[in-house]
């Protein structure tokens, strides 16, 4: 079972696609750039304007970038129209609208812990095999960041960091003291540098493959990822008995829930059409609106996931997955499909069992709505309020792509609030043609920008040959030499 909440069943978006003002073929260029993209609360997104803001777009132009600035753009649009008109959205009945995927979530939460309290206990005389077992594994690091593009002072930074942590590695000092102290690393420091138990693979390459190589109470290092540099350690099971019983018992009852889910659908015989799949293929970009609200996506005895319904569930999702979906295969659409009906089914069994949202969780996850709301009004505000909708989220845009302030999506259950109060139009096909046009100027973009990199090769080469005296991306013990020239940690 998927431990993502989904957005129940509401009245449909009023949502109506924009009809090219030319009749048949694909719109040109210019006829795109000069066309309104999208439409939403009385703001448009002019063709050229969307251009511009692929050409300041760090990704590669696709068209599920294309999506998520479309979608973003539209969702900001809506919150700047609601100031406007006095919509008030932190009204408790919109916060409690808007969270109710959160309610939902916690009452799956509750049905997981219901499951797990039937299970037996996990002992500890388990934790010997679990320990030497390979499927997940607790890790100890001292890190400290580094740049890829690191100058020599910044190398230099980083040596004498390393060479001090080695010093007192070398004089016995426990590790965990070490990292507390040295370790940049802010949400492991405070626990000796601790890592929470990750299965193979979650890591960075170099880290994985060091981690997984150690013997117990092995240190190793330096190793260097795109977080920085690593000092890595494998804590002996004494020292993390608990961590690893709590990974243990959490891994046991993930499988075990998922079985369970497993087995409700097949009781329930689920199916996933094949038409359903593309119905919900059709949804992932806006506008979201489905050619029959009624058809179904997903079935079972007694029920089924309509197309309506799923694409209300679906804007729970933030607007890059939804543009990931969009081109995503026919296998995960599917799976997604499974995943919004399972969750209904355990939603029913949940009910069946008198389990509901506990209050205080509840009354938390709508505190961080509430604040993240707040930090969306905050980037409204960079756009003048009152006057040209269209000119204000220029501005905002604008700001947002300068680095002004951290680019981010509304939260996505104001993003459903909103589309139910607004109406929106997109134009699908003059998108598409802005989207070609933006991979024509990047790739155009990106080949000057390797013949300037070519021409600063000779320096380039010449850092990289500085990084291994202080960062050694193998899986070794650390062997880079101190100011004396002896091996660090020994």
Same mark, same amino acid.
């Given at each position: 079972?998927?431990?993502?909440?989904?957005?129940?069943?509401?009245?449909?978006?009023?949502?109506?696609?924009?009809?090219?003002?030319?009749?048949?073929?694909?719109?040109?260029?210019?006829?795109?750039?000069?066309?309104?993209?999208?439409?939403?609360?009385?703001?448009?997104?002019?063709?050229?304007?969307?251009?511009?803001?692929?050409?300041?777009?760090?990704?590669?132009?696709?068209?599920?970038?294309?999506?998520?600035?479309?979608?973003?753009?539209?969702?900001?649009?809506?919150?700047?129209?609601?100031?406007?008109?006095?919509?008030?959205?932190?009204?408790?009945?919109?916060?409690?609208?808007?969270?109710?995927?959160?309610?939902?979530?916690?009452?799956?939460?509750?049905?997981?812990?219901?499951?797990?309290?039937?299970?037996?206990?996990?002992?500890?005389?388990?934790?010997?095999?679990?320990?030497?077992?390979?499927?997940?594994?607790?890790?100890?690091?001292?890190?400290?960041?580094?740049?890829?593009?690191?100058?020599?002072?910044?190398?230099?930074?980083?040596?004498?960091?390393?060479?001090?942590?080695?010093?007192?590695?070398?004089?016995?000092?426990?590790?965990?003291?070490?990292?507390?102290?040295?370790?940049?690393?802010?949400?492991?420091?405070?626990?000796?540098?601790?890592?929470?138990?990750?299965?193979?693979?979650?890591?960075?390459?170099?880290?994985?493959?060091?981690?997984?190589?150690?013997?117990?109470?092995?240190?190793?290092?330096?190793?260097?990822?795109?977080?920085?540099?690593?000092?890595?350690?494998?804590?002996?099971?004494?020292?993390?008995?608990?961590?690893?019983?709590?990974?243990?018992?959490?891994?046991?009852?993930?499988?075990?829930?998922?079985?369970?889910?497993?087995?409700? $659908?097949?009781?329930?015989?689920?199916?996933?059409?094949?038409?359903?799949?593309?119905? $919900?293929?059709?949804?992932?970009?806006?506008?979201?609106?489905?050619?029959?609200?009624?058809?179904? &996506?997903?079935?079972?005895?007694?029920?089924?996931?309509?197309?309506?319904?799923?694409?209300?569930?679906?804007?729970?999702?933030?607007?890059?997955?939804?543009?990931?979906?969009?081109?995503?295969?026919?296998?995960?659409?599917?799976?997604?499909?499974?995943?919004?009906?399972?969750?209904?089914?355990?939603?029913?069994?949940?009910?069946?069992?008198?389990?509901?949202?506990?209050?205080?969780?509840?009354?938390?996850?709508?505190?961080?709505?509430?604040?993240?709301?707040?930090?969306?009004?905050?980037?409204?505000?960079?756009?003048?309020?009152?006057?040209?909708?269209?000119?204000?989220?220029?501005?905002?845009?604008?700001?947002?792509?300068?680095?002004?302030?951290?680019?981010?999506?509304?939260?996505?259950?104001?993003?459903?609030?909103?589309?139910?109060?607004?109406?929106?139009?997109?134009?699908?096909?003059?998108?598409?043609?802005?989207?070609?046009?933006?991979?024509?100027?990047?790739?155009?973009?990106?080949?000057?920008?390797?013949?300037?990199?070519?021409?600063?090769?000779?320096?380039?080469?010449?850092?990289?040959?500085?990084?291994?005296?202080? &960062?050694?991306?193998?899986?070794?013990?650390?062997?880079?030499?101190?100011?004396?020239?002896?091996?660090?940690?020994?």
């Amino acid at each position: 079972m998927s431990p993502l909440p989904f957005r129940s069943a509401a009245p449909l978006l009023p949502i109506v696609a924009l009809a090219l003002a030319a009749c048949g073929g694909k719109p040109g260029l210019e006829e795109a750039r000069a066309g309104i993209v999208a439409e939403a609360g009385g703001a448009k997104l002019a063709g050229k304007d969307l251009e511009r803001d692929f050409s300041k777009a760090v990704p590669q132009p696709t068209p599920a970038l294309g999506d998520f600035l479309i979608s973003t753009w539209v969702d900001y649009a809506l919150l700047a129209k609601a100031r406007q008109d006095g919509f008030d959205v932190l009204a408790p009945e919109n916060v409690s609208k808007a969270t109710w995927t959160d309610s939902i979530a916690l009452v799956l939460d509750a049905q997981r812990a219901r499951n797990a309290a039937a299970r037996p206990k996990l002992e500890e005389r388990i934790l010997d095999s679990v320990y030497k077992a390979t499927d997940f594994r607790i890790g100890q690091h001292i890190l400290f960041r580094i740049p890829p593009d690191a100058k020599k002072p910044q190398v230099d930074s980083v040596r004498a960091k390393l060479e001090e942590a080695a010093r007192r590695l070398r004089e016995k000092e426990p590790f965990a003291k070490v990292a507390t102290a040295l370790s940049e690393d802010e949400e492991s420091r405070g626990n000796g540098g601790i890592l929470l138990a990750r299965a193979r693979g979650s890591y960075p390459k170099p880290f994985d493959n060091a981690l997984w190589d150690m013997p117990s109470g092995d240190i190793r290092g330096p190793i260097q990822t795109q977080a920085g540099v690593h000092i890595i350690r494998r804590p002996p099971l004494d020292e993390v008995r608990a961590p690893l019983l709590a990974a243990a018992t959490l891994m046991r009852n993930l499988r075990a829930d998922s079985t369970w889910a497993d087995s409700l $659908a097949r009781a329930q015989g689920l199916k996933v059409p094949p038409e359903g799949i593309q119905r $919900a293929r059709d949804l992932a970009s806006e506008p979201f609106t489905p050619a029959d609200p009624a058809a179904p &996506v997903a079935t079972w005895t007694g029920g089924q996931l309509t197309a309506g319904e799923f694409r209300q569930w679906l804007g729970a999702f933030p607007g890059e997955f939804r543009g990931e979906l969009r081109a995503g295969a026919d296998a995960r659409i599917e799976r997604v499909l499974r995943e919004v009906a399972i969750n209904r089914l355990v939603l029913a069994e949940a009910t069946r069992n008198r389990l509901a949202a506990a209050p205080e969780g509840l009354a938390a996850r709508r505190k961080a709505y509430t604040d993240a709301v707040q930090a969306s009004q905050e980037l409204v505000a960079l756009a003048p309020a009152g006057g040209d909708l269209s000119a204000g989220m220029r501005t905002l845009f604008d700001t947002l792509f300068a680095g002004g302030r951290p680019f981010r999506p509304v939260p996505s259950g104001l993003s459903l609030l909103l589309r139910e109060k607004y109406p929106v139009t997109v134009a699908k096909e003059l998108a598409g043609v802005i989207v070609e046009q933006a991979k024509v100027a990047r790739a155009e973009r990106d080949t000057e920008q390797r013949r300037k990199m070519a021409s600063a090769a000779e320096d380039s080469i010449a850092r990289e040959r500085a990084l291994p005296a202080v &960062v050694d991306t193998g899986s070794r013990r650390m062997t880079g030499k101190d100011a004396a020239g002896g091996d660090l940690l020994k």
